[in-house]
RNA sequence: GGCUAUAUAGCUUAAUAGGUAAAGCACAGCAUUCAUAACGCUGAAGAUAUAGGUUCAAUUCCUAUUAUAGCUACCA
C-alpha cells in the first residue's frame, strides 16, 4: 500500500471558482480516486491562497474587511468544489497560525543559512492609494514598439519585455493618475545557492519531458535573486522587525508553504501523527503537486529551496496541465466566455463536465479545450448512447421476466473474463495520467458489448428461460466492470448506479461475478443534453 | 527579442524503437426493434502547417519559416 499526499494549486480569494479550477481539481480527483479505488492511502489537500496586493485591492473595491471578505470566498469555494464531487481531505485558506508559523521558521532557516540580502530598490508609487506598484498595475506605451496602454512588464503587441522604468508616460491603473518613483528597501533571496539540488530534484523526480526542459533552461543560467518581501499596505503576513522593518511576506513564499502547514493542520485536527513520515528529507512517502502550467516556475525553481532550506523532503513529481479553452477562446470576461462553476450547474451537470474534461487530458501540457458542441456530441454519444445504453436495453428482461434477479450462473463467463482482465491496463493509464486513452478504451468495450448484444438478440431468444436470464446476468456484471472503471470519473452516476445494482463499486467487484443477486426496479439512470441549455450558459 | 512546447481527416484525438497514417463524432446506405430516434453492419470521403535536408524509407530525426500557448521573478 503506498502512502500519497496531492495538492492542487491554490484558488486565489479574490473571485469566483470557474471552469478552468475545475479542471484541475477534477485531473487530480480522479487521480486520487483511482489511486484509493486501488487501495491506496491518499490524503489531497487544496487551500485559498487569501494573501496579496490585488485581495487587499479587491476588498478596498468591495469596502468591506479584507478578513471577511476571504473566509466568506473560502466558504464558497469550498462549496463549489463539494458541487463537483472534488475528493478533497482537507481545504483551508493561507491565512492561519500554522502557515504563519511555518513562514516564521522558514524565514529563520533561510537567515541563518545567510541567504537573504537587503537591497534598495526604486518601484512606482501611488501617491493617490498610498501603495507601491507592481508592474502589473502600471500601464503605459511600449518603449519598443511604441503600442498604447501595455502592462509594465511587457507588451502584449510586441511580446517584449522591459524595465517598468522605461515605459513612455506611465499611468497607474488605480488612479488613472501618473505615479513618481520611490525607493524601499526589500529582502533578497539567493535562490542561485540551491541551483545544483534543484538540478540533481528535476532528474530525479517525475516530471513530464516538456517540463524538464523547461526546468533545465531555467537552471542553466544563474538565477537572480528573489524578492521575498512587500511594502505595506500589504495583506499577509507580516515579516518579524529583525529581519526587515515594516514588510510583509510575498505572497507567494506562504501560499507554497501551505502545502506542509495544511498537512500539519490537517494532522492536528484528526489526531494523525503523521506528519513527519510525509515530510521528513527521507520520507519514502510520495508527493505529488498538480499544476497549471503558468505556475512551473514558481513550483519548479522555488518550492524545491524552500523545502531545501527547511530539510524536508522534495516533492515526488509535478503534473502539469494546460489552460482551459472556451470555444477555442480564451476563457476570460471580456470575451464573454468566463464560466464560473455556479453558473455551469445552474444549466449542467457535474458529472458530465468531468467526463468531458478526462476525455481530453494526457499527461502533455496543451490547452484543453472546451467546445460547446463537441461536448454535447460527446456526452450524450459516449455516456448514453454506448455506456448507459447498455443497462438500459437490458434491464427490460430483468425486470420484466426475471423480478429484477440476476441468475446463478453466466451465459458466457470467458465474454465476461475479457472485461476484467482489462483492469490493469485501465489503472494503469489513469494512473500515469492518460485519462483520455483510458475513456476511448472504455468506449470501445462499451461498443464491443452493444455490437454482442445485437449478435446474440436476446429478444429473440425464449421468455423466461434461463439462457436469457444468463445472458443478462452476463451483460450487467459486465456493465459493472466497466461501471468500477467509470466511477472515479462519475461519483454522480456511480452512486446512482449503486443504489440501483444494491451493491457498491469497489475494485473487488472485479474479482469474481456477482450472481443470484436482487436489483432494484430499472430507472433512468442518465439524461440526454438539451442543446437549448448549452445555448443558455452564455446568457 | 530569448527559451520551452504544440501544429495529423469537417471536428476531437491515436500512431508503443523511422517501415501501407488509425479511431470516435459528423455524413451516406442497409438492417433491426431489447434500448433515451438509441444500437448493429457497410460505405464514402479525406489529413501529417510551409520549405529544405539526412535515409532504401520520415508524421517520427535535423534546419529554417509561419501560427498558437506558457515562461522570461517582484500579478497570482
Redesign the pocket.
Known amino acids: 500500500m503506498k502512502n500519497i499526499l496531492v495538492t492542487c494549486a491554490?484558488?486565489?480569494s479574490n473571485g469566483p471558482i470557474h471552469l478552468g479550477h475545475i479542471l484541475e481539481h477534477v485531473q487530480a480527483d480522479v487521480w486520487v480516486r483511482y489511486q484509493k479505488l486501488l487501495g491506496n492511502n491518499v490524503y489531497f489537500l487544496c487551500s485559498d491562497?487569501s494573501?496579496?496586493?490585488?485581495?487587499l485591492l479587491k476588498s478596498r473595491e468591495l469596502n468591506i474587511n479584507p478578513k471577511k471578505m476571504i473566509s466568506k470566498l473560502y466558504l464558497e469555494h469550498k462549496q463549489q468544489f463539494l458541487n463537483f464531487n472534488i475528493s478533497h481531505d482537507f481545504y483551508c485558506t493561507t491565512h492561519n497560525k500554522y502557515n504563519y508559523l511555518f513562514s516564521l521558521y522558514y524565514i529563520k532557516k533561510i537567515s541563518v543559512l545567510g541567504l537573504l540580502k537587503k537591497k534598495n530598490?526604486y518601484?512606482f508609487y501611488d501617491k493617490y492609494h498610498n501603495i507601491?506598484?507592481?508592474?502589473?498595475?502600471v500601464i503605459g506605451k511600449c518603449p519598443l514598439c511604441l503600442s498604447n496602454r501595455q502592462y509594465?512588464?511587457?507588451c502584449n503587441v510586441?511580446?517584449?519585455?522591459y524595465?517598468?522604468l522605461d515605459l513612455i508616460n506611465p499611468i497607474s491603473i488605480l488612479s488613472k493618475k501618473k505615479p513618481f518613483l520611490k525607493n524601499s528597501e526589500?529582502l533578497?533571496?539567493n535562490?542561485n545557492f540551491f541551483r545544483k539540488k534543484i538540478i540533481s530534484w528535476v532528474h530525479n523526480s517525475l516530471l513530464q519531458?516538456?517540463?524538464?526542459?523547461?526546468l533545465?533552461?531555467?537552471l542553466n543560467k544563474n538565477i537572480?535573486?528573489?524578492?521575498?518581501s512587500?511594502d505595506v499596505p500589504y495583506f499577509g503576513f507580516k515579516i518579524p522587525n529583525i529581519y526587515i522593518k515594516s514588510k510583509y511576506f510575498?505572497?507567494?513564499l506562504d501560499?507554497l508553504l501551505s502545502y506542509i502547514s495544511n498537512f500539519k493542520y490537517f494532522c492536528e485536527i484528526n489526531n494523525l501523527f503523521l506528519f513527519n513520515d510525509f515530510w521528513n528529507i527521507n520520507s519514502k512517502y510520495e508527493l505529488y503537486h498538480f499544476i497549471g502550467?503558468?505556475?512551473?516556475?514558481?513550483h519548479g525553481l522555488l518550492w524545491p529551496s524552500i523545502l531545501d532550506s527547511m530539510n524536508f523532503r522534495k516533492p515526488s513529481g509535478l503534473i502539469v496541465h494546460?489552460?482551459l479553452k472556451i470555444n477555442?477562446n480564451?476563457m476570460s470576461k471580456s470575451n464573454n466566455n468566463f464560466i464560473t462553476s455556479k453558473k455551469w450547474l445552474k444549466y449542467l451537470d457535474s458529472d458530465s463536465l468531468r467526463y468531458f474534461l478526462v476525455?481530453?487530458l494526457?499527461n502533455?501540457?496543451?490547452?484543453?479545450?472546451l467546445?460547446m458542441?463537441?461536448f454535447l456530441?460527446?456526452i450524450?454519444?459516449?455516456i448514453?448512447?454506448?455506456y448507459?445504453?447498455i443497462i438500459?436495453?437490458?434491464?427490460?428482461?430483468i425486470d420484466n421476466y426475471f423480478n429484477s434477479c440476476l441468475s446463478n450462473n453466466l451465459y458466457d463467463f470467458k465474454f465476461y473474463k475479457y472485461f476484467v482482465n482489462k483492469s490493469i491496463l485501465i489503472s494503469n493509464m489513469f494512473l500515469n495520467f492518460d485519462y483520455?486513452?483510458a475513456l476511448?478504451k472504455i468506449?470501445?468495450f462499451?461498443?464491443l458489448v452493444?455490437?454482442y448484444?445485437?449478435?446474440k438478440?436476446?429478444?429473440?431468444m425464449d421468455i423466461k428461460s434461463i439462457k436469457l436470464h444468463e445472458f443478462c446476468s452476463t451483460i450487467i456484471n459486465i456493465f459493472i466492470v466497466i461501471s468500477v472503471y467509470l466511477s472515479p470519473v462519475l461519483p454522480d452516476l456511480s452512486s446512482k448506479i449503486e443504489k440501483y445494482l444494491n451493491i457498491k463499486l469497489t475494485w473487488k467487484c472485479l474479482n469474481k461475478p456477482i450472481l443470484g443477486h436482487k436489483l432494484n426496479k430499472y430507472k433512468?439512470?442518465?439524461?440526454?443534453i438539451d442543446s437549448l441549455l448549452i445555448k443558455k450558459i452564455y446568457n
Open positions: 491554490l484558488p486565489y491562497d494573501h496579496g496586493t490585488a485581495i530598490i518601484q507601491f506598484l507592481s508592474d502589473r498595475f509594465g512588464d511587457s510586441c511580446g517584449n519585455i524595465n517598468v526589500h533578497f533571496l535562490i519531458n516538456e517540463v524538464k526542459n523547461q533545465l533552461m531555467w537572480n535573486d528573489w524578492n521575498i512587500r510575498y505572497v507567494w501560499a502550467k503558468d505556475i512551473l516556475y514558481f494546460g489552460h477555442s480564451k476525455s481530453k494526457s502533455h501540457i496543451n490547452d484543453i479545450d467546445c458542441d463537441e456530441n460527446k450524450n454519444s459516449d448514453v448512447n454506448k448507459i445504453n438500459s436495453r437490458i434491464s427490460v428482461f483520455s486513452g476511448i468506449c470501445d462499451c461498443d452493444n455490437s448484444i445485437n449478435d438478440k436476446p429478444w429473440l433512468k439512470l442518465f439524461f440526454r
